[in-house]
């Protein structure tokens, strides 16, 4: 049997995986994307062929003999993306850590090199395959070569492969015939120019007949049709050059051992620490280098015997800080884990003499001293801890969180790899998806080790993460806002919000009544009954069968989205109706019918409020999202009235006034925006009055909701078309709108410039109480990925810092409620929000603290405002 050798085209894989794979990066931002779908495309190969020899070829950044032939070879391709270019050094370099062999020459490019390698491995009787994403290397296919071309789309990875017989029957031309094609049809990926006017169908055409193209120049009278014979006659010279161009050189001057590309063991110990510092965790299990996890290991110990565990409990009082993880399920307390030392770990059960009972008493003596604890995700342990001062805690998830908020989210394993840099299992690799009360039942080993694993990692990337939270500017931010928000947030989920249940079955039926009559009018107009949820149904009811204009055609049908369908809405009373119908059948299913299932035994909703989901640092609400209630139109306004105080207490809701654009104003210094607030004008009027040139008293109510729209749409860098969309104008309009705008407050502009122009050297914004915002899309080739990077650039510092004051007023207002020993209690924020379920003899108090607290949570250069009102349900408070 023939040893085999695989010969890769490096560049050209690279490039292919690059656009192949959504845009990839690691904790630090490097772009990973091309490397991660080269080393998928290449164990894929590896696994299918099982060859003895590998080499991977790279063009070098050099003029070769083409360009010598042909000043503009290659003159039209576009410089390499930023993002890919920074990608190539590490490839090879991973390569030569996974001992693989690689082979580049100035005055070649990789085709030459592969073409030489593989007709000297084919006369040497190997086998040859060699993958490239270039079909130019078709005219190296024999018998014993095989082209294979990768196509990566979606993620996934799909081979072509082509021997001698292979490439006549796709093309109905030889393997080098191929080369007589690219000389009469050209190239425009290289600029080979080719004869003008002669394209795939004609040189196919010409080649099966005549062979090359010196024949069909010998019988250029017999080409039909005549444009081709005369294209050729007038361009042979043209012909000749890119045949020239087009061939691969198979005998390149270049010293090639194939015993070099001999495979060993490319899951190298320097290679695995690469694929580390990539973050490839799926690639990692290719490596038998054995995981920190294997030591680690051996020092967990599972503690069942009551004695055991008060002799921990003893320990852990003289430490002086512990890692601790209280595993509760279902309000079920599973188990305690506690980290004493690097070499000290253990899960203590509850259950026989270890009560639920027991271990939260001695977890809570133990958190009465000054010991610092450790852990990860603290809130969700309140309802066992009882935390008496919340400095002496340090939650890694929620520093992890700050020091880069782009991530979803942020388990142990993930902790252990960016903070302690090794790698761990991660919980599914240990549970799958069973809770920790299943896992508790059916795999109590694995569970114990995930446990530990998380005590021992918050134990022992704290010191870290609080180094770099130091060095980033963050630490304040860390201990006087987020870490005291974690106990504002758990007190406003135990109290939790009641709803009127009655009350909302009959919202439902309201919502019901109301959708079955848009459903007939719907049909009416339409002239037919269909289904309106069908996007492809209703495509071809608005656009095939009425004929509404602007329908954009996709694989599936016509296009419905929402901005489709809103250009037509004021023009056509069917599509009024049908976005009424969408949003009304979202208000039933989402609220009128959702919202009953999270009803609890007290009648109350208690949402999660979390605190690591957003970039920009907003709060956001999970089961249910109570932040997302529309409040738009009248409808759905009303859902607010099933949220409703108990007996002998009110609501009192109050709102920060317009704190995005204070804060702009801040940032800006613009004294025109700083001397309106300071006077309490209408700031949307003497807009409205500068940038439309009239009279303050002559604003009309159409010229001030337009300057709003300019006020807000401002702070999210908002461009000409976005404003036009908005408010339905001309893009010329909307652009003399925004230079206006600019023209009144010029200071507005210098700012956002500045925003944008200090976070693409930074690589991030911040706060003004230093929270940061990586926006690695400022770095992106693609002109819409950067263009969303100025935008938050410009939006980040001012949304993040109005998140910063919500979140200090919440710490203020609850601090105070509890400290007074108020019946009155912090129940919900809904972005710049906050809802007091206020006892009847204390309204005026919480309406005293409320503007106390509120009011002095920042210190801008205009003063904070808030809307403050009361009601029996949450509706009356709007």
């Given at each position: 049997m023939k040893e085999k050798i695989v010969l890769i085209d490096g560049h050209s894989i690279l490039n292919r995986a690059f656009y192949g794979i959504p845009d990839l990066t690691n904790?630090?931002?490097?772009?990973?994307?091309?490397?991660?779908?080269?080393l998928n495309i290449m164990f894929k190969i590896l696994s299918e062929e099982a060859p003895q020899y590998l080499t991977v070829a790279f063009d070098v950044s050099a003029p070769t003999f083409r360009h010598e032939l042909f000043k503009e070879y290659k003159g039209t391709r576009k410089p390499m993306p930023q993002e890919l270019r920074e990608q190539v050094p590490v490839i090879k370099d991973l390569l030569k850590a996974m001992r693989i062999n690689i082979i580049e020459k100035a005055g070649y490019e990789a085709d030459d090199l592969l073409g030489t390698i593989s007709k000297q491995s084919s006369k040497q009787g190997f086998e040859v395959s060699v993958i490239s994403g270039d079909r130019d290397l078709l005219q190296l296919a024999e018998e014993d070569i095989k082209i294979r071309i990768p196509k990566t789309k979606r993620g996934t990875t799909e081979i072509e492969d082509y021997n001698a017989k292979d490439v006549l029957e796709a093309y109905q031309v030889t393997p080098l015939q191929i080369i007589e094609l690219k000389a009469l049809m050209g190239d425009t990926a290289d600029n080979i120019p080719g004869v003008p006017g002669i394209g795939e169908k004609t040189a196919t055409k010409i080649i099966v007949e005549y062979g090359n193209i010196e024949n069909a120049f010998a019988h250029a009278d017999e080409i039909k049709p005549n444009k081709a014979r005369e294209a050729l006659m007038e361009n042979y010279d043209k012909a000749r050059l890119s045949k020239t161009l087009a061939t691969i050189d198979i005998n390149c001057d270049i010293q090639y051992s194939i015993e070099n590309a001999k495979l060993g063991n490319i899951y190298t110990d320097q290679a695995y620490q690469m694929f580390k510092?990539?973050?490839?965790k799926n690639l990692l299990n290719r490596f038998d280098a054995p995981v920190n996890d294997n030591t680690l290991e051996e020092v967990f110990k599972t503690i069942t015997m009551l004695d055991e565990a008060e002799n921990i409990m003893n320990q852990a009082k003289k430490c002086d800080r512990i890692g601790i993880q209280m595993i509760v399920d279902k309000e079920r307390l599973i188990g305690t884990s506690i980290a004493l030392s690097e070499t000290q770990v253990y899960f203590i059960v509850a259950e026989g003499f270890i009560t639920t009972e027991y271990i939260a008493d001695r977890v809570n003596e133990i958190l009465n001293s000054s010991i610092s604890i450790s852990t990860i995700g603290l809130k969700e342990q309140l309802r066992i801890l009882q935390i008496s001062d919340i400095n002496q805690c340090f939650d890694v998830e929620i520093g992890a969180y700050l020091l880069n908020p782009m991530n979803p989210i942020y388990p142990y394993s993930d902790l252990a790899k960016e903070y302690l840099g090794f790698i761990l299992p991660e919980r599914e690799e240990l549970l799958g998806k069973l809770s920790?009360?299943?896992a508790y039942e059916q795999k109590p080993q694995e569970l114990s080790k995930v446990v530990c694993y998380m005590s021992y990692v918050a134990l022992m990337s704290a010191g870290v993460i609080e180094d770099r939270l130091k060095a980033a500017g963050e630490w304040d931010l860390f201990k006087k806002i987020e870490m005291p928000l974690i106990v504002t947030l758990h007190d406003m989920e135990t109290t939790g919000i009641a709803v009127e249940k009655d009350e909302l079955k009959?919202?439902?039926?309201?919502?019901?009544?109301?959708?079955?009559?848009?459903?007939?009018?719907?049909?009416?107009?339409s002239g037919e009954e269909f289904n309106i949820n069908s996007p492809k149904q209703l495509g071809e009811i608005l656009f095939g069968k009425l004929g509404l204009p602007n329908g954009k055609k996709t694989k599936t049908g016509y296009s419905?989205?929402?901005d489709v369908l809103e250009k037509l809405e004021a023009d056509y009373e069917i599509v009024a109706l049908i976005l009424e119908y969408r949003q009304l059948t979202k208000l039933k299913s989402t609220y009128a019918d959702g919202l009953a299932n999270y009803i609890e035994a007290d009648g109350r909703i208690h949402s999660n409020f979390n605190q690591t989901i957003t970039a920009t640092g907003r709060i956001s609400s999970t089961e249910p999202n109570l932040q997302n209630i529309p409040i738009r139109m009248e409808?759905?306004?009303l859902i607010r009235k099933v949220f409703i105080p108990k007996e002998d207490y009110v609501f009192v809701d109050a709102d920060y006034s317009q704190i995005e654009l204070r804060v702009l104003a801040h940032f800006s210094g613009d004294k025109k925006l700083i001397q309106a607030y300071r006077e309490e004008q209408d700031i949307h009027k003497i807009t409205a009055s500068e940038v439309f040139h009239t009279p303050l008293e002559e604003v009309t109510?159409?010229?001030r909701r337009n300057a709003k729209a300019v006020n807000f749409g401002i702070v999210y860098g908002i461009s000409s078309f976005g404003l036009s969309q908005d408010l339905s104008i001309s893009r010329k309009e909307a652009s003399e709108y925004i230079e206006k705008y600019f023209e009144t407050y010029p200071r507005v502009k210098e700012f956002l410039d500045e925003a944008v122009m200090k976070a693409k050297q930074e690589g991030y914004s911040t706060t003004i109480f230093g929270r940061i915002r990586p926006i690695p899309e400022l770095k992106s080739s693609n002109f819409?990925?950067?263009?969303?990077?100025?935008r938050v650039a410009m939006n980040a510092p001012i949304q993040g810092t109005a998140a910063d004051i919500i979140k200090i007023a919440m710490i203020r207002v609850n601090d105070r409620l509890k400290s007074e020993s108020m019946k009155s209690k912090l129940i919900l924020q809904v972005h710049d929000e906050l809802l007091i379920e206020a006892h009847k003899d204390e309204i005026d108090k919480v309406k005293e603290i409320l503007n106390c607290e509120m009011h002095g949570a920042a210190n801008l250069l205009v003063p904070l405002e808030i809307d403050m009102s009361t009601g029996n349900n949450w509706y009356e408070t709007k």
């Open positions: 904790s630090s931002g490097f772009h990973t994307n091309a490397i991660y779908g080269f510092e990539l973050e490839f920790y009360l299943d009959e919202y439902g039926n309201q919502l019901s009544v109301r959708i079955i009559e848009l459903e007939k009018q719907i049909y009416q107009l419905t989205a929402a409808l759905g306004r109510s159409l010229q819409m990925q950067r263009s969303f990077g100025e």
